[in-house]
């Protein structure tokens, strides 16, 4: 069955620090997403990116994030400049075309990476 | 604004007891969708169901069934005779209908521990 990977699974960083989070979507897929998931607390969109380019985003997705398709398989979410509250568990998701036909399109997601900054 | 409101944290009960989860949502959408995905131990998230607000027959599938009141705002889940394999954190979302259903909202999720 297709899956949504992501790479690293845990990455630990000093605050300050970049940060590259990756992911390949599922192949046919023409949405891609990033979720949050603060430890204990719930998942929460950061945005989503179509036909290369962001098409919605979070008051949370603010200029320390970034995200983009380099070579049409990965996707890829960076953060400039890490701080404490970034540490949280980033969820990777791509869906098939993403309600353009009126339906709210069923997400798939990956394993998640999870992120520490001290 | 959207909500999605999961009361119970957390809950347990042995095998083959069966258990309803709760999700009680907020929208301002007249066309909607809400799901139930779940994030077992190994972390990803897992899509177990796709409701629309125009289509308020309840469903069965297996041991899932799902209950949805627009009356009340209300889309329950239920696991009829739990399995140890069920135990993992269940989320009720509602996507955002404007930009095209992009935006989930997630709720806090429960926690279902099935004791063997």
């Known amino acids: 069955e297709p899956e949504v990977t992501q790479t690293p699974s845990h990455q630990v960083t000093q605050m300050g620090q970049e940060v590259i989070l990756r992911c390949v979507p599922i192949?046919?897929?023409?949405?891609f997403y990033w979720y949050r998931q603060i430890l204990g607390q719930k998942v929460e969109f950061l945005v989503s990116f179509y036909n290369n380019e962001i098409s919605e985003k979070s008051e949370i997705f603010d200029d320390q994030f970034s995200v983009e398709r380099p070579d049409g398989s990965n996707f890829t979410l960076k953060i400039r400049s890490t701080k404490l509250e970034d540490s949280a568990m980033y969820f990777c998701?791509?869906?098939?075309?993403?309600?353009?036909?009126?339906?709210?399109?069923?997400?798939?997601f990956g394993a998640g990476s999870r992120l520490t900054v001290l | 604004a959207q909500k999605v409101t999961q009361a119970q944290t957390e809950i347990s009960v042995v095998e083959k007891e069966d258990v309803t989860l709760d999700c009680v949502y907020e929208t301002r959408d007249t066309t909607y969708y809400l799901f139930w995905y779940k994030q077992p131990p190994s972390g990803e998230l897992v899509f177990l169901i796709r409701r629309n607000s125009f289509d308020e027959q309840n469903e069965i599938s297996g041991r899932y069934s799902w209950n949805f009141q627009k009356s009340t705002s209300s889309f329950n889940f239920t696991i009829t005779a739990s399995q140890v394999v069920d135990s993992a954190v269940y989320f009720c979302a509602l996507p955002m209908n404007s930009g095209g259903y992009q935006k989930v909202t997630f709720g806090t999720g429960t926690k279902l521990q099935v004791i063997p």
């Open positions: 192949s046919n897929h023409l949405y």
């Open positions: 998701a791509s869906s098939e075309v993403g309600g353009r036909f009126g339906q709210a399109n069923v997400l798939t």
